[in-house]
Structure formats: C-alpha cells, structure tokens
C-alpha cells in the first residue's frame, strides 16, 4: 500500500531504521523514523528515531517526537464513527455509512431551510497541504458556503498580515533556518522555543536577546532578557527603532536601495523617547540600549517574532514595528540577517496556503481577487461566479454559531476549540445551540464529546502527505503503519460527503491526486507549488515553496534580490502603540498571560492521552511571583483561583521571584486558562487577544490579593500614554 518514496542513497541509514517522515505535531516538523509498523495492523511496537537529513532537527527529537508513536495505538483513539440519536443521548457507534448519511442529510436540510451559510467548517493548522486544500475545495464547490476558516487564525495570523504588508509575501521563515546559525545576534520576541521546538536552541548562536514577562528556559540562555510589561512590545520596538535612528545604527545605504516609507517610519517614532518606552514596558533604557547595540553591530542579525508578540488585539501592528526596525537595520533580504515568525503547528505555514482561510484560494490568493478566482473555478470546473466570497474569521465564526444570523451546522477537521478558543465557555455555549456538530479526529477530544457526529480519521504515520515546515519547506510524510480497521482518512470522509451532497467529480481520497490538483490551483499564485513533486520533495529532503516548474530550483530565501511587492522594495508601515484591550484595575489587578509547555501540544487532546507525557506534566499551573505568593499566603502547590471578566479556574500555584510582579502565567493546554482569555480582536488579522487579560488572584477559598509593587510602572501609567 505505501508507495516507495525512500530518501537517496547519501542520506539512507546503515540500515533500515523504518519509514522516513515527520513528527506529528509542531512546525519544526522534525524529521522521524517510525520502524515496526510498515504493513502491520497499528499497535504493534514501534519504534521512533530522528532523522540526520532534515536540518531542522538533524537528529534531534524532543519529548513529543520520541513519544509521537503511542497514540497510534487502538486502545487510546477511536475506531468506529460514533452518533447521538438527539442532542441529549449518549453517543454510540454507528456504520460508517450512516454516519455519513446522516451528515449530508442534515447539511441538506440545513442548508435548503437557511441557506448555504447554514454550514459552516472549521479546519486546522495541522492537515496536510493536502487535506486543507480539499476542505477548502469542499466548503465553496460541495458546501458552496463562505463559512470556513481554521485555527491557524489563533496561531499566525497577525504576523502573516504584516509580512505581507512589508515583504508582499508571508513565509515564515523567508530563509533556511540554518542560516540563524551564522547570525551574530538573534532576537526573540514572545518566543520561547526552548519548550515549544527544543531542537531550534540549536541552530541559535551565543548572542542571544529575549523578550518575555516570564524568565523562560529561553531567556535563561540569553545574553539579554528584557522582562517586558505583557501587551506593550508595540512600544519597545517604537523605543528601539528610535534608538537605532538617533544613535546612528540606521542602514542609510540598504534604506534607499531596497525599502520605501522610512520617513513616515521615523517621524512615528520621533515622540518615541527610550524613558517614555520604559514608562510604558517596563524595559529600562539601558536594557533597550544594549539590545539595539548588540543587533545593530553585528554582522548578521535577526529579530523573531513567536506567539507572545502576536497574540494581541495589536499583534499586526506590532510585528509591523520588530519588521520597521530590522528594515532601518538593513537585515531582511541579506544573506544570514533577516526577520521572521516562529510558526507554530505542524502544517501552521502551508495550512494557511491553500483555502482554508475564510479570505483565501490556494496559492495564497485572495478570494475577492478577480483573476485569483477565475483561476482556482477553472482548475475546479466551476463558474467564478458560484464561489462564495469572504466569511468571518475563527472567532466571529465560533460566536455566530447557532444564532439567528449564523451557521447552524459545523464540521471541525483538526482542532479542539472548546479547550484551545478564547473565552472558551461561551464558544462551548455556542456549540451546543447548533443543530448539527461534527467532529473528525482520532480522539474523543473536548469538541468530538460534544459533537452529534464523530468520524474516527488516520493519523500522520497512516498516511502520505505533504507538510510546509516554518522555512517554507515542503515535507513528505510518509505512510509507515497500517491504520487499523475502521478509520478513514479525511480526505476519504471529504470525497464522501462531496459525493452524498452531488459532487462525484473532483474529490479525490488518493492524497497524490489531490497534491498534483492543488500544483495546478497554486500555479501563478504567490505560494505557487507548480514544480513540487513527491519524487521531488523525496530527492531534495523537500522543496522550498514558490518552485514554478520543474526545473525551479524552489527558493530558500526568496528576499535577496527583490521583495515581492509591486516595485520590489520592502514597505515600512508607521504604526503607533496602544493599550491592551482589556487593563488591569482594582477589581482585576493582574495580567495573565498564557502559553505552553514542553510536554504537551495545544489543546492537549493528543499530549493528555501519552502517559510519558501526561507524567511530566500532569496538570495546569499558575506561575506567580513569590511576593504575590506570600501576600496570598499561598506555597508552591497550593490552589489559586483566577477571575477575569469571563470566568473563573483554579490551579496549583508554582511560585518564583523571577516573572514580573504584575503577571501571573497559565498554560492552556487543559481546560481553565481560556475560560479567562479576552477574545478581543486584532483590527486586521482577527487574531484574538490570548496573551493578555485583567485576572483576579485568589488563594482557593481565600481572599482577594491587593495589587502589589511593579517592576517599573505605575498602574494608571502602564499603557495609556501614547
Ligand atoms: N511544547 C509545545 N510546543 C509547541 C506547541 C505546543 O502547544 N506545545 N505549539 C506549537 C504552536 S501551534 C505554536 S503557535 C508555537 C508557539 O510557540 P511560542 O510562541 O514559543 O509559545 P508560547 O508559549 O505561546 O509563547 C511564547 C512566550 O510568549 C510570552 N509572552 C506572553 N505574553 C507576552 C507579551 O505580551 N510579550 C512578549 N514579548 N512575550 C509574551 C510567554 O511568556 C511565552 O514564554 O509552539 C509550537 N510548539
Ligand atoms: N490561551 C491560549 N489559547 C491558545 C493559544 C495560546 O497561546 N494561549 N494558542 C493558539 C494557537 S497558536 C493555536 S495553533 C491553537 C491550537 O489549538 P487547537 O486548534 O485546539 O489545536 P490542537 O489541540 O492541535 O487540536 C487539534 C485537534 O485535531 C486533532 N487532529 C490532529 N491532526 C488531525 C488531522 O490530521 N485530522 C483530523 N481530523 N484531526 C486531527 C487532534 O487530535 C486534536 O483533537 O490554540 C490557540 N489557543
Ligand atoms: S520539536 Fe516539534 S517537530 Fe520536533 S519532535 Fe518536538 S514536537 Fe515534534
Ligand atoms: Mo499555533
């Protein structure tokens, strides 16, 4: 059944070591091999080893690659599709066949009573190339509705919205990430790639700056860490761009050559003062300073942005100030200097290329754009005219649920918005006014146990497909093990629901097939996949993405000559700070801001069932400072509530004296810190504000804590003076 893709001969093991593909979950896309499963039934013992060939991890595995192969196991996921008889009964197994039925017959009446908007998709930055571009196919040529978009909305959004406004071209990575390695100074910004893609630590050099509230394993490498107030890197990077102008690190030379828009740049900045900076983020001016020296005197530098930069009702503008400041560095578009984003999940960067997203076509083309959507009908033998135009972004999507204007129907590919969505209560609300929810995952996660439908899928090591890891590489995965009995792959499910609703033509289960659709789909677009093959992506160890033909070369670091803009120059965008959505005040005096972990991923619905992983960490925490510990007479261990506006959680308490005295920290992996978060939304992106809100902080039982001493700001400061 596997087709042969094996990697060439130079790169082949000694001997054998099993199928080569890739870690099932993050955006590093380590490369794996999974041996003792190949034309076995799955459960049977495998065993995973890293690959050398893939130079994002060359031989590295963290905790979740090494133990990535347990929940291929029968005994931990679902096997058969499961239905409730009403909304309140039990699920219980039923055929395959009438569970298909019974969605596409309830789609059907949906759709003819409300019409096509009724039903709505909900896709993830985990599926293949090749399954994001079927979904997306599915909802505006077999659903014909407007009403899809995806998790990755939560994840990049925001840095996806600036890249293409400086660079005319969002990947990522727009550079090997070998090259960071030859960097001489690498600043990070709300990253903290120590826990969330371990194997990266490796290819960054010693001069390492971090920006983060909390003192992470990352910032305890750093050379610098700049302790930042949460919401308020807008602001230090106006300070720091200001810095780098007046004392002279300003690049004139590459300024003129290859950007356009620096005056109004500067003149944004000009009231940017370093103290006025500090006021507002708590990084003293001399901290600011150095971190401005270190990148503007280096040789080879690079500003990273990770989630905690972007997860803001601000995140656009935000990355659009780091992007301002490497652009008057002279950094993007220089061999071994450059910005980029730290993705996030598996297919976090592909995933956002081929149509899921409520404004794309594949090939990252606009779907209110003419051209864009007379080629993707062409390619789909659809008149342009039958595809659905926008529809809303992830939240306002989960918030319109089943509402008198809303979708009554959602179908949910690859994610678990009940545990991983802000304000996580009310979008469980909203799931439960639906007429129709239907879950395909391997697991019984938090979203499937609420769902009328459950349709039991393969996992990555049961199936090829194609992964675009955060430089831009596209991956194969390869099928190393046998699904067992009575699972189906999505795109299996995708082609079947087609056909019950009318379209026979067009879907494809055979993921090769569907990969050579989305070449053609691509073709032309910024994010064009035309000249990519599986053969290919198996000679090279992947292909970086655009590659127009064949005989393309692909392309690693697409900034060096020109940048994909209309007139080839990067475009500096003057953007001003502003306060977080939501500050803090008597009632609710601290930040909270949220993240992850190193043994868990997301929404916790795969990591929770490992036993090696649910060990290293068996529950969620709220980390606090020791002096807001002891005025709560709380211990390490000991229960703490948290209340924002939204909800209430508790937690044990993990107490230090090194995360800033106005924050408190919860990782969202386990139901809790997203009954806090406060879902207001970036202008541009829709991304939604995770990393920060205003919380209470209680002992369990006890009483509330009154706000303490601050780092550097004054409350009423803190934020509002812009
Ligand atoms: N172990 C693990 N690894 C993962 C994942 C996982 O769930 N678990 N998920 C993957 C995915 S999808 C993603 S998107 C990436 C995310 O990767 P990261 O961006 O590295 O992860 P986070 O922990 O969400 O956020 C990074 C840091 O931002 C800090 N932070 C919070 N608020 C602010 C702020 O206002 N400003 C600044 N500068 N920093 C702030 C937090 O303290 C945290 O240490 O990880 C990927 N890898
Ligand atoms: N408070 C807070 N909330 C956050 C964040 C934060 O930093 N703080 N980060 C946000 C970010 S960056 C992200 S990316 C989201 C992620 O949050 P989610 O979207 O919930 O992501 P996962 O937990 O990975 O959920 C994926 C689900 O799909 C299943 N799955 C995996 N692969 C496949 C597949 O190929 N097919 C199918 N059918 N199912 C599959 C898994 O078993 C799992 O149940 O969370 C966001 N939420
Ligand atoms: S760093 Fe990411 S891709 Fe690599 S093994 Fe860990 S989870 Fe998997
Ligand atoms: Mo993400």
Redo the contacts with the bound molecule.
């Keep these: 059944m596997p087709i042969s893709l094996s990697p060439p001969a130079s790169v082949m093991p000694p001997v054998h070591l099993g199928e080569a593909t890739h870690c ?1 979950y993050c955006a590093l896309q380590c490369g794996m091999y999974v041996s003792g499963g190949v034309g076995k039934a799955a459960g049977t013992a495998l065993t995973v080893t890293p690959r050398h060939d893939i130079p994002a991890n060359a031989g590295g595995l963290c905790q979740k690659g090494w133990t990535a192969a347990e ?1 291929l196991n029968p005994g931990v996921r679902l096997t058969t599709p499961l239905a409730r008889a009403g909304r309140t009964s039990p699920l219980e197994p039923v055929s395959w066949d009438e569970a298909l039925d019974r969605v596409a017959g309830a789609v059907r009446d949906l759709q003819a009573a409300h019409g096509r908007d009724a039903v709505a998709v909900f896709g ?5 190339n090749e ?1 994001a571009y079927q979904l997306g196919k599915f909802a505006r040529v077999a659903l014909r509705t407007s009403q899809i978009d995806y ?2 909305r ?3 959004s925001s840095a996806a919205a600036a890249t293409n406004r400086a660079f005319g071209m969002d990947r990522g990575l727009p550079f090997p990430i070998t090259d960071i390695a030859g960097a001489d100074a690498v600043m990070m910004v709300g990253g903290n790639v120590a826990e969330t893609m371990p194997p990266f630590l490796r290819h960054v050099p010693g001069t390492l700056i971090v920006v983060d509230p909390r003192e992470t394993r990352t910032a305890r490498q750093a050379a610098l860490h700049l302790k930042v107030t949460p919401g308020t890197d807008l602001a230090l990077a106006l300070g720091m761009l200001h810095i780098a102008i007046t004392e002279g690190y300003a690049d004139q030379d590459y300024i003129a050559a290859r950007t356009t828009g620096f005056q109004a740049a500067r003149e944004s900045v000009a009231a940017w003062w370093p103290e006025r900076a500090e006021r507002v983020t708590g990084v003293p001016v001399a901290a600011m300073r150095q971190a401005v020296r270190l990148l503007g005197t280096a040789g080879k530098a690079m500003i990273l942005t990770g ?1 905690g930069a972007e ?1 803001h009702s601000k995140g656009v503008d935000t990355v659009s100030a780091f992007i301002n400041l490497a652009l008057a560095l002279g950094l993007p578009g220089r061999e071994g200097s450059g910005y980029g984003c730290v993705t ?3 297919n ?1 960067q592909g995933g956002r290329e081929h149509g899921q997203k409520a404004d794309q076509l594949p090939g990252y083309r606009k779907i209110d754009d003419p051209a864009g959507r007379a080629h993707v009908a062409a390619v789909w033998g659809v008149d342009p005219g039958e595809l659905p135009g926008p529809g809303r972004s992830a939240y306002e999507l989960l918030d319109a649920l089943g509402t008198d204007a809303g979708p009554k129907a959602l179908l ?6 009940v ?4 304000r996580a209560t009310h979008v469980a609300e909203r799931l439960a006014a639906l007429d129709l929810l239907v ?5 019984l ?1 938090e ?2 146990a609420m769902a009328d439908v459950v ?1 039991p ?4 090591a049961e199936e090829h497909g194609t992964m675009t890891n955060l430089e831009g590489r596209v991956l194969l995965r390869r099928q190393a093990v046998t699904p067992p009995d009575g699972v189906r792959s ?1 795109l299996a ?1 995708v082609s079947a629901l087609a056909a019950r609703l009318g379209r026979r033509e067009g879907f494809s289960d055979d993921p090769r097939t569907v990969f050579d659709e989305l070449r053609r789909a691509s073709a032309g677009g910024v994010a064009d996949y035309a000249g990519i093959t599986y053969e290919r992506i198996a000679r090279e160890t992947g292909v970086f993405w655009p590659a127009p033909s064949e005989d393309h070369p692909g392309t690693p670091r697409p900034f060096l000559d020109r940048f994909p803009t209309p007139d080839g120059r990067a475009r500096f965008t003057p953007v001003d700070h502003r306060p977080v959505a939501e500050d803090v005040d008597d009632d609710y005096p601290y930040y909270l801001t ?3 972990v190193l043994a868990h ?6 990591t929770r069932r490992v036993p090696a992983l649910n060990d290293a960490a068996p529950s969620a925490y709220v980390e606090l400072h020791a002096d807001l510990a002891e005025r709560l007479g709380v211990g390490p261990g000991d229960m703490v509530r948290l209340t924002s506006r939204r909800g209430t959680t508790e937690a044990p308490a993990r107490v230090n004296r090194s995360i800033r005295h106005d924050t408190v920290f ?1 990782p ?1 992996h386990w139901e809790g ?2 009954r806090l ?1 406060n879902p207001a939304l970036d202008p541009t992106s829709r991304m ?1 504000e ?2 920060v809100c205003a919380v209470r902080v209680e002992r369990s039982g006890g009483g509330i804590a009154p706000p303490g001493p601050d780092d550097a700001t004054p409350h009423a400061d803190r934020g509002r003076n812009a």
């Design positions: 099932p929940l993830g930055g985990g599926l293949t399954k998790n990755g939560f994840c990049m989630r997860q996030g999940q598996g976090g949910v590919f690859g994610s678990n918005p545990v991983s969505a802000p879950v395909s995952d391997f697991v996660s979203t499937a349709l899928t393969t996992q990555w999505d499910i949220t993240g992850r991923y997301q929404s916790g619905a795969q919860m969202f810190a997203n978060t939604p995770f990393k």
